[in-house]
């Protein structure tokens, strides 16, 4: 299952979709000081890190990843300092109107605005090509979220394969270097096996 971010309105998942995009998932560190201040930095109330939880890479800066290796890491001591907390609306107070003034005010505002359309209809859905989507954007979501499992499941299935076909041939040549230094493949193997 894909690791989601953990921070507050993010919707990050990792996917194959966001790892194209260069988008990185990070675990919290292990040393309670840093996991204090990485819990700190999300502002979450109530929020305890387990061992599945992760940031992506959209809440720290370019500067706080070191991409020299094969895999992108964060520096040590890099804190998460880039989220897009959304402040509750302030409270306004309803001024106090009487029922003539609020008549008015209703009068006003049907005058400013421009005349309304009136909404094309929509196309009825053809029912013969009903099978193409799901009914509703919903069913039509968990489908796509289903489908982007589904590839990385079959990318990693391809991996683990060509992992185990390299260690196969690797073993394969092992096994003939050896027969060779012992001289023990005679010259009908040899064509056999074209050496």
Not at 20 to 46: C, D, N, Q, Y
Not at 110 to 118: F, G, N, R, T
Not at 123 to 131: E, F, I, Q, V
Request: charged share 35%; aromatic share 4%.
């Amino acid at each position: 299952m894909p690791h989601s971010c953990a921070a507050l309105d993010c919707t990050k998942r990792c996917t194959v979709q966001t790892r194209s995009l260069g988008i990185t998932f990070h675990r919290f560190p292990k040393e309670a000081g840093m996991k204090k201040r990485w819990v700190k930095a999300l502002r979450r109330k109530g929020f305890s890190p387990s061992t599945a939880s992760r940031l992506c890479s959209e809440h720290f800066n370019k500067e706080d990843f070191d991409r020299t290796g094969q895999t992108v890491r964060l520096r040590d001591g890099v804190v998460p300092s880039v989220f897009s907390f959304s402040t509750p609306p302030k409270k306004r107070r309803a001024a106090k109107t009487t029922k003539t003034s609020s008549i008015k005010q209703e009068s006003k505002a049907k005058e400013s605005l421009p005349p309304a359309h009136k909404p094309e209809p929509q196309p009825a859905p053809d029912l013969d090509h009903s099978y193409a989507l799901p009914p509703s954007l919903g069913d039509l979501k968990a489908k796509l979220i289903e489908a982007l499992e589904r590839v990385e499941n079959l990318e990693r299935e391809m991996r683990n394969a060509k992992d185990r076909e390299r260690r196969a041939k690797n073993a394969l040549q092992v096994l003939l270097d050896d027969l060779k230094e012992k001289n023990l493949v005679n010259e009908e193997l040899k064509q056999k096996l074209e050496l």
